[in-house]
Each structure stands twice: as C-alpha cells, then as structure tokens.
C-alpha cells in the first residue's frame, strides 16, 4: 500500500469518527431536547430555537457549565474536608479523655454554698408540698395533680447536687430536710421512691463521705433516729425487680445500708434488731437464677455476719443455717458462669463459715446435713471444693458432736485427700498457688480440730489408723510440712530481728509474734498438735517413724514440745476462763506424754490418768 492509499485511509477513518461523534452530539442535544411550538417563557440552562429536533427548547452548553460550577461551591462549602488519620497513641487518648471528662465534671458539677442549699432544699420542700397539697385535694382523680408529682420529682433529681457538699451535711440536718427527703421513701409514686433512694446513695456514699468522717457521722445518725433503715426495708418488698429502675433501687437500698456500716459499725446490729432486712436477705438467695441483687444479698449476708455474734446467733435463730446451706446446693454439681457468680458463692460460705462460729449454729449445721453437703462438694471437685473445706475447718472447730458425724459419715478419706495435696491433680479447675496454700492450711486446721474433738473411742483409732496406712505416708506428709512451716517462721523472726539491728530500734515482743504469725506460727502449732497426738497412741510403729525423720533433720522431740508449749500458753479466753484452762490441761498432758525413750519426763508427766472429754 502506497503513501496516498495510506493519507486517504486514514482521511477515511477521520469522516467515519467525525461522523459518529456529530451523532453522538445530536444524540445528547435530542436526549436534552423540550419540544415547544410557542416560547412558553425563559428555563434556567436552556435556548428557544429551532435546531435539529425542531421548534424547542436546547440545551445551553455555556450556562449549564455555570450552574455546574455554582453547585460545586456550594457543596464544597458544606463538605468538611477530610484529615488524614494519624496513628492511634494510647497515651493521647488517655489525656485527651481526661481531659474531656474533666472539661464535663466542671460543666456539670456546681458546688454548693449554704445558700445554696437553702435555695435548693426551699424548692424542694414548696413542691414537696404542693404535691401533697394536690393528692389531698384530688385524691380520686390521679389527672389532677400529675403535673405536681412531675415537678416534684424533678426537684427530687436536684438533691443530688448535696452530695457534692458534705461539709454541709450538718446544716442539712439542722433545717431537717433529711426528715423531708425520708417521708418520700413511703410516696405512693413508685419512680419517687425511687429517684430518691438514688439520692440517698449518693449523699452516703463512702466516696463522698470518706473525707468528712464527722460530718457523715451526723447525717448517718439523723437519719437512724428518723428511722431511715424501717422505711428502706419497707422498700425492698415493695419494689418489683422486674422492673429495672426498682431493680436498681433494691441494689441501691442494700447499699445505702452498707454504707451507713462503714460510717458506724452498730447499723449492721440494728437493721437485723429493728427490721426485717434479716429474712428479706435470706429469702433472696434462693432463688436459683444468679442477678446483682441476689450477688448483693449474699454480700450483705457475709459483711453482717462477720465478727457479730449477736448477729450470728439472730441469723441461727431465723433458720438461717439451713437456708445458707439450701443457697450452696445449688452449686454441688455446677459451676458458677461469672467472676461475679464465683464472688457471690464465695460469700454464701463466707457467711456460713461465720455463722458456724457460734455454738449452737454449730449443732444446727450438724442437724441440717450440713458436713455431708460439704463432703459431697469436695468430691464433686467443684469450685466450691475449696470453701467447703474452709466451712468444714470452722464448723468442726471445738464440736465433738460434729467430729463423731464427719467419721460417721466417711469423711477421713476426703480429709487427708485434701491433706495430702491430691485433690488438686484430678480436678479439671486447677487451684491457683494461693489457694492450694489454703487448701494445705484448712486441711491441716481440719485434722487438728479431729484429734481434739475425739476424745477417745473408735472414731479417734481410725483417726490414728490413717497415719500407719501406706507406710506412713502421712506421716511422711506431716514432717513435711513441720519443716516447711518451721523454716518460714524463723526466716520471719531472723528478718524481724535483723530489721531492728539495722534500724538500731528495741524489739517488740507483740511485733516479732505478729511477723512470725504471718509467716504460719497457728498452722506449724497445729502440725506440732497433730504429731503429738500421734505419739500419744503410743504405736510403736509412729513412734519410731515420728523420731526417724526428726533424727534424719537434726531435730528432737524438744523443738515440737517447745512451739506445742508456746500455743498452749497462748490460748485466749474467746470462750470463757472455764473453757481456756481445760484446753491448757489437754494440751499440757500431750507434751507432758511427747518424750522418747532415754528422756526424763517432767514429774507432772508420771501423774497420768485419763484425757478429759470434750
């Protein structure tokens, strides 16, 4: 192909793409096209003329580019244009929150003068009144003084502001708008009561209050004389916790009253003396389903029980025992689903091991089947296992009766399980070092409380039998831990003593027994009773087993007669003056029978006869 069939090739290809593009052109201006015979008037982007569609209205290239470009800059006006994002730094955010949330508190948080207040609680108390005013009035139609009970629960949200004062808690007292605020806990509007148990939290809160402990004692004290614990657990039957908000205010009524506790500690004994609170509480742990307020009830229940033995003694009375006992049933075959869940379980038998501190609880733990529940969890090797033996450990403490059931009812086995640290390698929840160091601990308590409960007899022969069994593997067990624990406590008082040379400072007697018991000083003594109790049966097989391992760690029967000596000298009057000076007997006839053959007793060893029974 020449030169010239080349140009009018491509002349050719020219016509053809001119031709398509003045087609496609006709095709946009006929696409744009408004047909018209007559000019109907002017149109925005558009000329009347007559063009290749005919008589019409065209589009007009020139002035839809302007409209074009005026629509860009009015969007571009509108569209904030886009940062780029920058990398994510924990500690900005961190700042940058704080800063936000500090910018919101001084926003939101005024704190009040004695103005104030004044101003705040007059308005409170006007609508208070209009609102009683307005139910008297029309009392059959609730329409009428609606409006009132809205604008008083407005006013009662605002009480929340007194919390941000405390240091007026005083004045607060002295106009009496405590004794205001306390009458709107029995209003008949359920959200009244509500909001103002919320109030009530608020201004009792130990955040609020721990900074203000005289002015927070004079407001917890008005409000006791104005009867503040009568009207809350009125509440807590009334309120339906199938309603959120009165859900809420259940959980917010409990702790009110635990706060009121930590300001002073005789609240705990008066709401059980004054109100119901006692039977509300032991009413709300049976239920199987697990909620906050179930989780708070069970709470309440250990914080109640703690250390108060009239407390105690009321919960016993109110067959309190064996409705702890139904709450930790539920938990012999399955596992807790939440943290919270397990914390709640822990203070079911938290209150329970408190409970059976007391005497008579005691027996009715024995009589509820209470030792055979806690044996059936420590088989199942639940998460309840290890506070079963904790319970077991307070319950058989200084109770023959419930000695003689546990061997009645097989429970040496499950004992010296836990005694020999087995337990922890068959169950599928492995126990964290801490707790298998309690584990080791309350069995050990455990053992100790057998052998002093049983006396004499049968029960206290298969006691004494474990110990032979496996060719004294117990035993084995029991000098291990004697040296274990006697190593910490005279790390601890070399330490102690070491401290006060350095620091040229006198030693403390109460200081230096203080560091000694923290390092294990009870659990060693309670090794040493158990080893003395074992020599007491007089084996010949213990005996020399005892003596071996002690003779292979260059120790004598003296080191364990020294520390079992110093625990009997240490016995406090908890129980009476009789009770103390029959346990020292007891325990001074075990060391006065600890000598080996070769060593010469002490003259009040040689007067013998029988162990007292306990």
Known sequence: MDRTQKRQKREDGADIVAAAMARMESAAVVAGFIPSSTFTGARPGYVFKKGISGVGYYPDKIEQEKLANK??????QQVVPKKKAEPLDAQKLLEEAE???????????????????????????????????ARMKHADTPDKFLESEVDLDEEVRKLHALATAPKLYPELVRLNAHASILNLLSHENPDIAVDTVEVLHELTSSDVMEDCEEEALILVDALLESNVLELLVTNLSRFDEKNPEEASAVFNTLGIIENMMEVKKEVGEAALTRTKLLRWLLSRIKPREFDSNKFYAAEMLSILMQGNEPNQKKLGEANGVDALLQAAAMYKGREPQTTDEEEMVANLFDAMCWVVMHGENKEKFVQAEGIELMLLIMKNKRFARLSALKTLDFALTRCPAGCERFVDVLGLKSAFAAFMGRVNKTTKRKLTPDEKEEEEQRSISLVASLFLGLSRGSRRDRLGSKFVEAEFEKLDRLMEMFLKYRAQVEAAERDYKAECAEEELDEDEDELFVQRSEAGLFTLQMVVLMMANVWSFAHAGMRGRVALLLKQHGLELAAARALLQEHCDTIGENDGADERERRQRRIQKLINGMYAEGEAPPPAAEEGGEEEEE
Do not use: P, Y
């Open 71 to 76: 629509a860009s800059q009015q969007s571009a």
């Open 99 to 133: 800063r936000e949330h500090a910018s919101e508190a001084d926003a939101q948080v005024e704190v009040l003068d004695v103005r104030g207040m004044k101003r705040l609680i007059l308005s409170f108390e006007k609508k208070l009144r209009d609102n009683m005013e």
